[in-house]
């Protein structure tokens, strides 16, 4: 079992992927309808390649809660209030949205989650002292089966927003799901950038965010085959407000 792991702080990213970041501009501009995208060079860190839940099934359904005690090796210090986690679900269900043969289902932590989410402490890490996110997943015969996403308690300027609240646990969730971290461009919105980049808190995901995603997950990234409508009806009407990065 080997656990992986991924730290975020609002910090000054290398561009040493320059070259590969205008590769994949180019590509956008040339309008492809279905995008082929090459994971290696584009992402700059937290990507394993071909690590990803196995959804060989064609219906994989992955368990969460946000009401576990303790979140790997922290213990949470404070609940998620209700109106968190209709943020949570709205982040979890921007994923499930985005995948016909991956969804998620909201359970107790006693029923053995797969994902678990909660506000820690957040012990500094050598390499990001600043993180506000971090996550672990544990795999098996390269494939992950469970995931942990720790939230700063602290950050409570950042998080008390609805949208980046929602923005930054879809950014977790996505680097859970196998996705990695992306050199903010205009050339795409994505909620993989890193740092964190406007617009927040789209309950929908990109057209390159959904791409991405489905190309990880053996499906079509043809725009024409994206559900337009969303599987499951939105709960809350999401307030939006304009930042431009994280609180560290």
């Given at each position: 079992?080997i656990?992986?792991?991924k730290?975020?702080?609002?910090?000054?990213?290398?561009?040493?992927?320059f070259?590969s970041?205008?590769?994949?501009?180019?590509?956008?501009?040339?309008?492809?309808?279905?995008?082929?995208?090459?994971?290696t060079?584009?992402?700059?860190?937290?990507?394993?390649?071909?690590?990803?839940w196995?959804?060989?099934?064609?219906?994989?359904?992955?368990?969460w809660?946000?009401?576990a005690?303790?979140i790997y090796?922290?213990?949470?210090?404070?609940?998620?209030?209700?109106?968190?986690?209709?943020?949570?679900?709205?982040?979890?269900?921007?994923?499930?949205?985005?995948l016909?043969?991956?969804?998620?289902?909201?359970?107790?932590?006693?029923?053995?989650?797969?994902?678990?989410?909660?506000?820690?402490?957040?012990?500094p890490?050598?390499?990001?002292?600043n993180?506000?996110?971090?996550w672990?997943t544990?795999?098996?015969?390269?494939?992950?089966?469970?995931?942990?996403?720790?939230?700063?308690?602290?950050?409570?300027?950042?998080?008390?927003?609805?949208?980046?609240?929602?923005?930054?646990?879809?950014?977790e969730?996505?680097?859970?799901?196998g996705?990695?971290?992306?050199?903010?461009?205009?050339?795409?919105?994505?909620?993989?950038?890193?740092?964190?980049?406007p617009p927040?808190?789209?309950?929908?995901?990109?057209?390159?965010?959904?791409?991405?995603?489905?190309?990880?997950?053996?499906?079509?990234?043809?725009?024409?085959?994206?559900?337009?409508?969303?599987?499951?009806?939105?709960?809350?009407?999401?307030?939006?407000?304009?930042?431009?990065?994280?609180?560290?």
């Open positions: 079992m656990v992986k792991f730290v975020f702080a609002a910090a000054a990213v290398l561009t040493t992927i070259t970041l205008l590769t994949f501009t180019s590509a956008l501009a040339s309008e492809q309808n279905c995008p082929i995208f090459n994971f060079h584009l992402f700059i860190a937290d990507y394993a390649t071909g690590t990803h196995d959804n060989s099934s064609g219906n994989l359904q992955i368990t809660s946000a009401s005690h303790t090796d922290e213990t949470v210090v404070q609940p998620f209030t209700e109106k968190e986690i209709g943020w949570l679900r709205a982040a979890f269900r921007s994923w499930d949205d985005a016909d043969t991956v969804s998620f289902m909201e359970v107790a932590p006693t029923a053995s989650p797969q994902i678990v989410i909660g506000f820690v402490k957040l012990n890490s050598p390499v990001q002292p993180a506000m996110g971090f672990n544990w795999t098996e015969n390269g494939m992950r089966n469970r995931a942990t996403i720790k939230l700063k308690a602290s950050s409570t300027k950042w998080f008390g927003k609805s949208d980046q609240f929602i923005h930054s646990v879809q950014h969730l996505g680097n859970v799901l996705l990695g971290d992306l050199t903010p461009t205009t050339a795409f919105v994505s909620v993989l950038e890193d740092p964190w980049q927040f808190g789209k309950v929908r995901l990109s057209n390159t965010d959904t791409a991405m995603v489905r190309q990880l997950y053996g499906e079509s990234t043809c725009t024409s085959t994206f559900t337009s409508v969303l599987k499951t009806a939105k709960t809350n009407v999401l307030s939006h407000s304009t930042a431009t990065s994280p609180e560290v």
